[in-house]
């Protein structure tokens, strides 16, 4: 009879002593409730909608401040692309450090039944989207969460005077979000250059009127610009001076950004420009956001066109000129180029952009431009394109405090 074979035998970490009950007291412990929380945050929206129903306290959990936040933080960044009418398309910032094209696209119909309506996105916040709609001469506020379908239609919040600037943000004070309107009032003679600013409070349902605009005008129609908190524009001040017998007006240009939680306007400095010779009034400005700077784009008309970065947000000297777009290079009609700053990564030192009609992806040290394919994004499209940054979330619509007065959310039976 063959002797038994012995027993296997026990592995250790290289190094260490073998794993005994002895040293299994001062391993961490972790709860189990953390544990979970913590897988649960890096989950996609789809299976957390579903798991609401596994017991209360996971769905009581999805709409805690601190859940949302924690989920938000780790999900990852898309972009928003609204090229038509009544659809939306997203796809994974990611990809575009692929290669020469796109092709993972999501679309989402807009959570509209009007006909033929002007859509424009008026910012993305924490995975909601406010959306402006006009049809028939009537505009209303819509909110929108793309991932868990969920959208509510807010007519007529504002008045209706002609609205120049929107901007939506999240205030994290209060765990609100706000939507903020500047506008001019045509009634106010004493004053009527002046630009008057709304912020209407989203769960509360409440609305207030803060300080005017500090600086002349905001100079677009645009949507504000959101980041660290604060949403920024343009901001366009024209003087005049009549020197013997002649009229002369001068424009100056600033930066203004609005802190959500503190209501309160401050000026974000500019680069230091080299203006060869040029006039403010022979200059075209435009203010976005590119992953996460601060992204201005400064054109000359007939001329060229300038691309600057903001990599240290509020320091004046860490603006960067990335690029100087030739424009006669580019096209034959230099006043009807369209430059659209859509991505910066800092860590890629990569820069991509809208020129015309295409997607470049710009190495400002190779001096290297390449063409990227978006598939089924139509940068022709008649419509104007908006790019906006996005993440999918559990951030609902359906919880607002205003619904309490009777509004009911709206789902949409979507695909994706």
């Excluded at 022979?282 to 970065?309: I, K, N, P, Q, T």
């Amino acid at each position: 009879m063959a002797p038994p074979p012995p027993p296997p035998p026990k592995i250790a970490a290289p190094n260490s002593a073998p794993l005994t009950d002895d040293l299994l007291p001062i391993l961490p412990y972790l709860p189990e409730d953390l544990v979970i929380i913590e897988i649960l945050t890096r989950l996609p929206v789809k299976p957390l909608f579903k798991f609401r129903c596994v017991c209360k306290s996971w769905d009581s959990l999805f709409y805690e401040p601190g859940f949302l936040k924690r989920h938000v933080k780790l999900a990852q960044q898309k972009l928003l692309v609204n090229s038509r009418p009544i659809f939306l398309k997203s796809f994974q910032v990611s990809t575009l450090l692929g290669g020469k094209s796109c092709t993972n696209t999501q679309e989402f119909r807009f959570p509209i039944s009007s006909h033929k309506p002007d859509v424009r996105i008026v910012g993305s916040c924490n995975g909601l989207v406010c959306l402006s709609i006009c049809s028939r001469g009537n505009e209303s506020i819509c909110f929108w969460n793309p991932s868990t379908k969920e959208a509510i239609r807010l007519p007529h919040i504002f008045s209706a005077l002609d609205c120049n600037v929107y901007g939506f943000g999240f205030d994290e004070s209060i765990n609100d979000f706000k939507l903020v309107r500047a506008f001019a009032d045509p009634s106010d003679e004493a004053d009527w250059k002046a630009f008057n600013v709304e912020i209407y409070r989203v769960f509360d349902g409440s609305m207030k009127k803060i300080a005017n605009f500090p600086s002349g005008f905001p100079y677009s129609r645009r949507e504000g610009i959101l980041l660290n908190g604060a949403l920024h524009t343009l901001g366009l001040n024209i003087e005049s001076s009549v020197e013997n017998g002649v009229e002369t007006k001068t424009s100056t240009w600033s930066i203004v950004a609005l802190d959500l939680v503190t209501e309160t306007f401050r000026h974000v400095p500019q680069p230091e420009f080299d203006d060869g010779g040029f006039k403010a009034e022979e200059m075209s400005m435009g203010l976005y956001c590119v992953g996460d700077s601060l992204c201005l784009v400064r054109g000359f008309h007939e001329a060229f066109g300038d691309v600057w970065v903001m990599k240290q947000y509020g320091v004046e000297e860490s603006w960067v000129k990335l690029v100087r777009i030739p424009l006669w290079a580019v096209t034959a009609n230099p006043y009807r180029l369209r430059v659209k700053p859509v991505y910066f990564s800092e860590k890629y030192g990569r820069l991509w952009i809208i020129v015309r009609d295409k997607l470049y992806s710009y190495d400002p040290k190779r001096n290297f431009f390449r063409v990227v394919n978006l598939h089924g994004i139509n940068l022709r499209s008649k419509f104007f394109i908006q790019f906006s940054n996005h993440v999918d979330s559990l951030y609902s619509p359906s919880v607002m405090k205003g619904l309490r007065s009777g509004r009911q959310p709206h789902y949409m039976n979507q695909e994706g």
